[in-house]
């Protein structure tokens, strides 16, 4: 009773509240094509829906999975946000999300790839709807390298060559475990094991020293972040760049590039192979108006909406009939699909969560020449171990 | 310090050594104003103050860009920030003047407690309140909104106007309290004919540093706001430089339209920042 | 005589018992609450017990059914459509169209599958309940309509116990005597019933002693010489008050809460009372080695460095340029002057990542000058030593100007005759700074470097923004690590609180230790 008054009085007093009046409010952290798709999404379910509007929330990238964690179990969150699929595991045991296969028929889920959708369930539940599949392929500058490499004994041949121009042959944030996974994959190694994490085998440690190789010979930039990376790549400073889907928005008119698969390893044979992310459009548990919700969430995950998702932003959508008509040939959206084929799931168990920030700095050390592969990886793995001590001992 | 002068070499190695030094000290800042005039989204490539090119894009792209409402993201950001900045200011001086008089005038018991509390409070961090703020606003649901961050500002605010304006009522002289008294004006009459006017620089002070601060102010306003509608030009900003994303050239044509306003305002009154070290404390 | 004692003990009595009638209202509204909750749980299971036997449920309940078992489909094993038995006929429930209601059944039948029979209130903080109980066919799950109706407020009875109070109390002030304050007493102990009932014994006695105490206070006429003694200084105050209550709604309390949240853990929304191990994991490193930055003594260790080196660059440099300044065949001081405090003027934040930016790896204007100069490019941020003197050069750069201008301010107060004095009495220069200048500096620059070493004690924004705590959290000091638990390491708002308060009472020791050196130095001031 208290708190009621205290929030009444403060509301009247206040410009702004929190919550909108819109009947659902999604939240994203979409930028440039890929925000202008959705707002043209979120405009015409409007128009369509006077008295059920939509509400959509720009947030930054940066600790934009922190604050939904922090928000939603207070009540201050959205009701629908957008995001990658890889805290499933630890917000489902929060009670942050709201299982949805209630409403999904078998009509309905025949729209997506079988893969996307069994990539947002777990625990035998469905927690969202898939908008997109993402994962890193390989963009080559044509005017700098004519013919992509295949192999990675191909990538560190190129190099002097570049080298002598003054550019790189190859950018992108080698501390970044996501970055590095296609390297990790490629030597054979994994990071979990189920709900294991598995950081310090034999693979990884190979894979770490050919991170390690890769900066030496000067392949690759030291200390580059994405946003560095598209600088260097535009700028010709970079032949090539290990990106996503969002990397095509930063490339300047002009830039002459091709989009293709990642090299195989030729140590072992073996692909190159990123992670897979499937990001989807989730519901909070704390959702006001769960059929609105559900109504939004349908409507841009369906296959009109997804193909103009596609188009206008380049968004790998996993809805087949999408790709009928002019899609079924886009090429950049072909290359990603190829790509597709080789890519491992990104784990969802909630002890991933502990393993990215350790690994970054055992890939700081390695690459900076700091620590050997061996021990940098021994630390993380010691560093993931307490942490999952502490954290599950809560 | 010598009274006669040194020879020629001397002053002239000195002042060149100055200038150097000086230099030095405005590079980056220089940095700052070569980038928001040089086109490029990344950070000078070469270390030269001098910009290659000049182009008035960044500026363009930065007052032009809309946010996802429709509305226009740069003047959304400032008048958020003038705002609260406003408001923080309002509240600060309105709720401290009479206790800044009641602390200099007047003898009661709790006064010298008083007074250390005001001067404890004002010489700890905003960071450490900020967790148990945050946790109460998000209880009370007044996360996310600019009011509730006028409210975790006015906790730093209040503390420093009433320390500075104590400061200043001090130095005021006591023959006009006792002339008035004698003529029988009561302490109200007094506050608000005398002491008021007569103060008025001295508010004027307090509350330019306070809007500065508050204008300033960027970690507060990072936590506690989430919705990008809401930002305050410094989290605006800083956001323009994220990890996945920097947007330098923006970046710098957003920190000098948001400083030069401010950095006048400094120039104002850092005359009377270091009078106002005596007097008490004064936050940087 | 006696009007005055009755007037007086009256005052007394309203005085505390309008606080105590504010508890007592807290206690009741909590309870009426928790008999809501109560009652609602008890309709949705008696709802529930009723469908299974095969009847219909009373009229204020949202959803009741015998919920089948679920059939799962065979494309997808997490998609399984269920069915609804009401006295309408069976019902699907799912499907992209399916109301929100149906949904609650369908959860409310997976737990039952899960946890077996339960009732509970629902998770969605709609103040209804739900209950499964189990059947031949399947679980009977009742959901309640809405919010339960609270019991009306009883009136009369406020009235009467107010009434009681007032006679108890008059009784005792005509009685005169040791009975004023026995009446007083006993007047305000009336309270302790209400809160018996609705707040427990706990606070009943707190309210036994309160009334106790009042009473006490009463007879010896402590409340009269506080009430004098306001009146005496009402003016002072009524001005102190705005600011005062302001500072103790904005300051006071969320310190209060940030001590209490130090003795809870945080987790998922959920608070649990720890008692100290919240302190004793910071204060034992958490089992962490002493290199590590995890351990609370590792990131002491590098905020006094930090603390230390910054203050010393600081009062080196701003002196230096100071002395230079203050050269009277200096020309264009005015101008060096403006120009020597722009790092002050312009926002930190701001120039904080503009140094970011100049230490960045490869292109960084650092690195820049460093290989033009034909020397090695270093990468800042992936050493601790590197990171380290990135955030003071940035630190420096940032807070010299203070340490001149306060500096300057001294410089200016040495009369001119002592100098020249000096110099024709033959000292040389440096007995000139030892003698004079720096007595005058010591006075200014104490306080100024107390102030300084508080501020850069928790120079949050050039930790955070220049180095980010890299390489993996080294370059951290107290208030970045205390920001990380709270925002960064899963919302471990108890941790965080616990921690400041310890960099609280490390602040306030040094306040306190600065306080008295300086003080000293002020009365040594020539």
């Not at chain 1, 994959?185 to 190979?206: K, L, Q, R």
């Not at chain 1, 491992?344 to 991933?352: G, I, L």
């Not at chain 2, 209880?139 to 006028?150: A, Q, R, T, Y």
């Not at chain 3, 949705?44 to 095969?54: C, H, K, P, S, Y």
Request: aromatic share 10%; with cysteine; proline share 6%.
């Amino acid at each position: 009773m208290i708190r009621g008054l205290a929030i009444a009085a403060l509301c009247a007093a206040a410009a702004a509240c929190g919550r909108s009046d819109a009947a659902v409010t999604v939240w994203h952290a979409y930028d440039k094509d890929e925000r202008a798709a959705i707002e043209a999404l979120a405009a015409d379910w409007n128009a369509a829906h006077p008295e059920r509007q939509v509400e959509l929330v720009a947030m930054p990238y940066d600790g934009f999975g922190d604050k939904l964690g922090s928000a939603i179990p207070n009540g201050n969150g959205p009701d629908l946000f957008l995001y990658s699929q890889d805290r499933l595991g630890d917000w489902t045991a929060a009670g942050v999300l709201e299982p949805i296969e209630f409403w999904i028929d078998d009509a309905t889920a025949a729209r997506f790839t079988p893969e996307a959708l069994a990539s947002l369930a777990y625990h035998d539940a469905l927690w969202g709807l898939p908008v997109a599949v993402k994962s890193l392929a390989l963009f080559v500058r044509t005017d700098l390298v004519p013919t992509p490499p295949r192999t990675t004994d191909e990538l560190l041949a190129m190099a002097p060559a570049l080298t002598a121009r003054g550019s790189f042959a190859l950018a992108y944030p080698v501390d970044d475990l996501y970055a590095h996974a296609p390297w990790l994959h490629g030597f054979g190694g994994h990071a979990m094991d189920g709900d294991t994490p598995t950081i310090a085998t034999a693979e990884a440690v190979a894979a770490a020293g050919f991170a390690r190789e890769l900066v030496q010979r000067k392949v690759v930039p030291a200390e580059a972040d994405a946003a560095l990376t598209a600088t260097l790549f535009a700028e010709g400073k970079a032949a090539m760049a290990i990106s996503g889907p969002w990397f095509i928005a930063d490339i300047p008119a002009g830039v002459p590039y091709t989009i293709t698969t990642l090299p195989t390893v030729s140590a072992t044979g073996l692909a190159a192979a990123p992670y897979l992310g499937t990001e989807g459009i989730l519901m909070s548990a704390r959702a006001r108006d769960k059929d609105a919700a559900i109504a939004v969430a349908l409507a841009f995950t369906s296959d009109a909406a997804a193909a103009r998702r596609a188009e206008r932003a380049g968004q790998v959508v996993p809805n087949p009939a999408a790709y009928r008509g002019a899609l079924a040939d886009a090429p950049r959206l072909a290359a990603f699909r190829k790509q597709l084929a080789h890519t491992v799931p990104m784990p969802v168990s909630p002890a991933m969560r502990a393993v990215w920030t350790p690994y970054k700095n055992a890939l700081g050390q390695v690459v900076s020449g700091a620590a050997s592969p061996a021990a940098a990886l021994e630390k993380a793995a010691t560093d993931i171990a307490t942490y999952a001590r502490t954290e599950g001992a809560r | 310090m010598s009274v006669r002068k040194p020879k020629l070499p001397v002053i002239v190695a000195v002042h060149a050594l100055l200038a150097i030094g000086t230099m030095a000290v405005l590079y980056p800042v220089m940095l700052v104003v070569k980038k928001a005039f040089e086109p490029g989204r990344q950070f000078a490539l070469s270390p030269s103050p001098i910009p290659k090119r000049v182009t008035l894009d960044h500026f363009r792209a930065l007052l032009s860009a809309r946010g996802s409402h429709g509305e226009l993201a740069f003047l959304q950001h400032t008048i958020s920030s003038l705002a609260v900045a406003i408001a923080t200011t309002v509240v600060g001086i309105a709720l401290s003047c009479t206790a800044a008089y009641a602390l200099s005038r007047f003898r009661f018991p709790g006064r010298k407690a008083a007074l250390t509390s005001f001067l404890v409070v004002q010489m700890f961090p905003a960071s450490l309140l900020m967790i148990p703020l945050y946790v109460l606003l998000h209880e009370l649901g007044l996360l996310n909104s600019l009011s509730g961050l006028v409210l975790v500002y006015s906790t730093t605010a209040i503390p420093f106007c009433v320390w500075t304006l104590k400061g200043y009522f001090d130095s005021l002289p006591r023959e006009l309290f006792e002339a008035a008294r004698v003529d029988g004006a009561g302490p109200i009459r007094i506050f608000w004919t005398i002491v008021l006017p007569l103060a008025r620089p001295g508010i004027a002070v307090t509350a330019l540093f306070s809007f500065m601060t508050a204008w300033n102010e960027f970690i507060l306003a990072s936590t506690f706001l989430t919705d990008e509608g809401k930002y305050t030009l410094p989290v605006m900003l800083k956001s323009s430089v994220g990890q996945f994303s920097a947007d330098w050239g923006q970046f710098a044509a957003g920190a000098l339209l948001t400083s030069l306003p401010v950095m006048a305002l400094f120039y104002v009154v850092q005359k009377y920042l270091v009078g106002g070290l005596t007097a008490g404390a004064v936050k940087g | 005589m006696k009007a005055g004692d009755l007037r007086r003990a009256l005052r007394d009595a309203l005085m505390i018992g309008a606080l105590l009638w504010l508890a007592v209202t807290a206690a009741y509204v909590r309870d009426r609450n928790k008999d809501a909750t109560q009652r609602a749980l008890r309709h949705a299971q008696a709802a529930a017990e009723l469908i299974a036997a095969g009847e219909t449920p009373p009229t204020p309940t949202a959803a009741a059914a015998i919920v089948g078992a679920p059939v799962a489909s065979k494309q997808h094993g997490f998609l399984r459509r269920r069915v609804a038995h009401t006295a309408a006929g069976p019902r699907p429930l799912g499907g992209p169209t399916a109301p929100a209601v149906d949904k609650l059944l369908y959860d409310a039948a997976g737990r039952f599958d899960k946890d077996g029979p339960f009732v509970a209130m629902l998770p969605d903080g709609s103040e209804r309940a739900v209950a499964a109980v189990a059947t031949a066919r399947g679980p009977a799950i009742a959901i309640t309509a809405g919010p339960e109706p609270r019991a009306p407020v009883p009136w009369l009875a406020v009235v009467g116990h107010l009434g009681l109070m007032l006679v108890l109390v008059g009784v005792g002030a005509v009685l005169g005597g040791r009975a004023r304050g026995v009446g007083v007493a006993a007047g305000l102990a009336t309270w302790a019933f209400p809160a018996y009932l609705a707040g427990g014994p706990g606070l009943a006695l707190a309210i036994l002693a309160v009334a106790a105490a009042a009473g006490w206070a009463h007879a010896t006429g402590a409340t009269d010489r506080a009430i004098a003694g306001v009146r005496a200084h009402k003016v002072a105050l009524s001005f102190l008050a705005p600011a005062g209550v302001a500072m103790i709604v904005l300051v006071v309390v969320p310190f209060a809460v940030g001590l209490a949240l130090g003795f809870y853990d945080h987790h998922h929304g959920r608070w649990t009372f720890v008692g100290l191990a919240n302190f004793k994991r910071i204060l034992t490193g958490d089992g962490h080695a002493l290199s590590d930055p995890l351990n609370f003594w590792f990131i002491l260790g590098v905020t006094l460095a930090w603390t230390f080196v910054n203050v010393i660059l600081h009062v080196l440099f701003g002196t230096l340029f100071a002395l230079i300044l203050r050269q009277p065949w200096l020309k264009a001081r005015g101008l060096w002057r403006v120009l020597l405090i722009v790092p002050w003027a312009v926002p930190n934040y701001i120039t904080a990542l503009i140094w970011k930016g100049m230490f960045a790896g490869e292109y960084g204007a650092v690195n820049s000058i460093l290989s033009g100069l034909g020397l090695d490019r270093v990468s800042w941020f992936s050493s601790w030593a590197t990171a380290f003197s990135a955030n003071v050069a940035t630190n420096t750069w940032l807070g010299f100007p203070f340490m001149m201008v306060v500096a300057l301010g001294a410089l200016e107060s040495i009369p001119k005759e002592l100098e020249e004095a000096a110099e024709v009495d033959g000292a040389s220069s440096w007995q000139r700074f030892k003698e004079i200048t720096l007595p005058h500096l010591k006075p200014a620059l104490g306080p100024a470097i107390v102030l300084g070493s508080i501020w850069t004690f928790n120079m949050f924004n050039v930790i955070a923004l220049v180095s980010g705590g890299k390489p993996g959290g080294s370059t951290d000091i107290l208030v970045t690590d205390a920001y990380r638990w709270a925002f960064e390491r899963g919302e471990q708002y108890g941790m965080a609180a616990a921690l400041g308060t310890i960099i609280f009472l490390l602040l306030l020791g040094w306040t306190l230790i600065g306080r008295g050196l300086t003080k000293g130095d002020e009365e040594a001031r020539p």
